[in-house]
């Protein structure tokens, strides 16, 4: 391809600027990657160089607000177009994550040559460039700072990362590029290992809880069981839903999230449901079928009144419908009961009452409903042995005697929620504190 040509100080008309202009609007399918802040304030930027006014505010206001976006997003314009291309949400890369590449049609696969060679002109404007243009168009004695950052590594994008870039022309990485979809999907799926379902939409969590499975000591069987089913799911064989119920802080919800920091690495995404957006699961599901990750539905601490119907759009979910349920979605809950639905004994069917003939039925169906759960962990409260150990384990790189250890700790689940998982690691998030700050100190737990 031919490279840039660099308009000079005596240029009538930046017409070098014009044709990227045009090159930018006529993008088909990867236009979203100009729609971001970083590509808005580029777009920007080359209008005010085009039309730089007399003195060049304008101007050099625009390089900053593209300096600052770069900053901000912690890559430098030719890392940003390379992960853009990698994540992108368009027609092209929804089709290649189902359709073997022989299988796309050839019109699609022509858009995406044809909008690569763009993405790749756009490529070699990058900021070293842009900044010699501020500086031509403002008349400046010297060129404004250049954002720059050394490369570091990044991950599984790092082949398409590195050859892209060397390719003479863009347009021949079409069929790796839809290998890599069919592989590590697009979009949200490809940025965020986590999501929370708010307000009808997927929103991608950055920083997800960051428990790991090695720090959950007690419930052994309860962890194999769950990892094993994890695996089934991950492996393309069918899994199970699964409800772990039990005692309170017994760490049901950190082994869910255990899970995604053991196996994001191979595709696995956790979607967090709240009770009150549980109508829309089957909304949900569907938008989760074909795509290459494999997800785990959370929803946390679940129960349901006698007279809350939220309960039927789970039952579809875990039940299936006419719909056949996507082999890719699981999901896991956690409960404090066992039967799911507030049950009170006035719903018992009392034959002498004017009320449902098939009230029995009914009740049964409320009982059972947990029972729609393949699989059913459950978490006795801990006893002292067993809150010891997950104490000791916490405390490993704890500078402190066994026996001081074993008594702060007892004395800590006394004072304050008896012993569980959760008070284990309060009371050694609280230990680990009061040593930095006031070093030995025999007297840590008060009474309050």
């Given amino acids: 391809m031919d490279h840039l040509a660099m308009p000079t100080a ?16 006529s993008l088909l399918l990867y236009q979203s990657i100009l729609a971001s802040e970083v590509g808005s304030t580029f777009l920007n930027l080359l209008q005010t160089i085009r039309y730089a006014d007399v003195d060049g505010r304008d101007c050099l206001q625009a390089y900053g607000s593209y300096f600052q976006a770069l900053a901000s997003s912690h890559q430098t314009w030719e890392e940003y177009l390379i ?20 299988q796309l049609p050839p019109a699609l696969v022509a858009a995406v040559k044809h909008d690569l060679q763009i993405l790749q002109t756009l490529y070699e ?10 500086q031509m168009a403002t008349h400046l004695p010297i060129s404004p700072v250049v954002w720059y950052r050394e490369p570091e590594a990044v991950g599984i994008e790092t082949g398409l990362m590195v050859s892209i870039p060397q390719l003479d022309n863009w347009g021949d990485a079409v069929e790796d590029l839809a290998i890599y979809y069919q592989l590590h999907g697009t979009g949200l799926f490809a940025q965020y290992p986590a999501f929370r379902w708010q307000s009808g939409q997927l929103v991608g969590i950055a920083y997800p809880d960051s428990v790991k499975l090695s720090t959950l000591v007690g419930y ?22 699964v409800l772990l119920y039990g005692s309170r802080g017994s760490g049901k919800s950190s082994l869910v999230k255990a899970l995604l920091n053991e196996y994001s690495h191979r595709n696995l995404r956790l979607i967090e449901v709240s009770k009150s957006e549980l109508p829309d699961l089957p909304k949900i599901v569907e938008q989760l079928r074909g795509v290459p990750q494999k997800f785990i539905i959370f929803v946390d601490d679940l129960s349901f009144e006698e007279d809350d119907d939220t309960f039927k759009a ?3 979910v875990l039940e299936g419908n006419v719909t056949a349920r996507p082999e ?12 799911l639905i507030r049950e009170y004994f006035t719903d018992r069917p009392n034959p002498k009452d004017n009320q449902e003939v098939h009230g029995w039925d009914t009740m049964q169906e409320k009982l059972s409903f947990s029972d729609r759960f393949g699989l059913t962990l459950t978490f006795e409260a801990a006893d002292q042995k067993t809150y010891l150990q997950i104490v000791q384990h916490l405390a ?19 004072h304050h929620n008896g012993r569980s998982g959760r008070t284990a690691r309060q009371f050694v998030d609280f230990l680990k504190a009061d040593l930095a700050v006031f070093g030995d100190n025999n007297n840590i737990i008060s009474e309050s």
């Fill in 10 to 25: 005596n240029s009538t008309s930046y017409t070098t600027v014009q044709f990227l202009q045009r090159q930018a609007a």
């Fill in 220 to 241: 052994e069987w309860q962890k194999d069981a769950l990892v094993k089913n994890t695996e089934f799911l991950l492996s393309g064989e069918t899994a199970l839903h």
């Fill in 83 to 102: 992960k853009q291309i990698l994540i992108a949400d368009n027609p092209f890369t929804k089709l290649a994550q189902q359709q073997e590449f022989s």
């Fill in 125 to 134: 404007c990058n900021s070293a460039v842009l900044s010699e243009w501020v």
């Fill in 396 to 414: 490993a790189n704890i500078n402190i005697s066994p026996q001081d250890l074993e008594f702060k700790a007892l004395q800590w689940a006394t």
């Fill in 328 to 339: 890719n979605v699981v999901v896991y809950a956690t409960s404090n009961r066992r039967h």
């Fill in 314 to 316: 789970m039952k579809v």
